[in-house]
């Protein structure tokens, strides 16, 4: 029975990754974490704002980056008091001390120097692999679908350039045709695509004329989502894929192995229920593929991909006009 995966190179002896949050901000909660099985961790994002220590305003860190990572919330930081880079760093370096499975670091930028300078810093303190954050504030009425993505590519071109360690780019689900920039994103040579960002939600007070940001852990209804996007992926990339947002137990890393899925991030799930879930999970994932008689996740890997279809407009097409009838 093996439940070893190759993801962004690594060969790992499961695909249950620690994303990036409140347990792997903190040293002891990252020690737990290695104890309890996990196969890689993941940094919480570091901002190009952060690093080069200027005082931003509670609207610019609300308004553009609180909670794109909504697995992160409690890592958000003081809009009166940005951490510098020191304090990042030091704790990549501390992480790679203390623990021997791989560790990504995060990155999400403002500048195409910054990007490039920035992610060489994070590969000199011992980053394993950078995940960059593409995350764009929609905002802008002037900046065209087009120009978004070629600032993007350019920026996955250049980080690439910059550092020898694997790059995976985590997305948002939010593109005109997503596949076709997936496409593109690796023939820039990205090592693996990461689905996907997840967005706060708000609310309006109307009494208070304010806008409530709701802080919602991830949970089983954010997976479909994934699973369709790394199922129309698998197969006609080369990166590695992971899904990240609504892993909560053994199924959910079963469905998302079949639609292709190399890895899965697990954040909220760990924040509910400890580090110990991992180890849950794991054995629960040995015992349904022995229940099941599969030999390993990688014979299982992608049987549901929209590869497998002939025609996978025409089979989604044929679902969504049943969806709505």
Known sequence: MSLATTYLGFRLPHPL??????????????????????????????????????????????????????EA?????????????????????????AVGVPVLASLDGATPGGWT??????????????????????SDPSASGAEVERRMLEIVREVKRSVRIPVAAKLSPLFTAFGHFARQLDGEGVDGLTLFTRFHRADIDVKELEV????????????????RGVAALAGRVKASL?????????????KATMVGAHATHMAS?????????????????????????WGSLEEMRGNMGLDRVPDPAAYERAHFRAAVR
């Not at 992971?242 to 079963?254: F, H, K, N, T």
């Open 17 to 70: 990754i620690v994303g990036p949050g409140p347990l792997t901000a903190d040293l002891g909660s990252v020690r737990a974490l290695e104890d309890a099985g996990a196969a890689a961790i993941v940094l919480p994002p570091l901002f190009e704002e952060e690093l080069s220590g200027e005082q931003m305003s509670g609207f610019f860190h609300s308004e553009t980056h609180d909670e794109s990572f909504a």
């Open 73 to 97: 919330t409690t890592y958000a930081p003081d809009p009166e008091l940005p951490p510098g880079p020191d304090e990042y760093l030091e704790h990549l370096r501390r992480v790679k001390a």
């Open 117 to 138: 300078s920035y992610a060489r810093l994070l590969q000199e303190a011992g980053a394993d692999a950078l995940e960059v954050e593409l995350y764009h504030a929609t």
């Open 212 to 227: 409530v940001r709701l802080r919602l852990p991830s949970d089983f209804r954010d997976l479909s989502l994934r699973l």
């Open 242 to 254: 992971a899904v990240a947002g609504g892993i909560q137990d053994a199924l959910d890393v079963v």
């Open 269 to 293: 799930a760990l924040v509910k229920n400890g580090a110990r879930h991992l180890g849950v999970v794991r054995r629960d994932l040995e015992a349904w593929l022995a229940e099941n008689e």
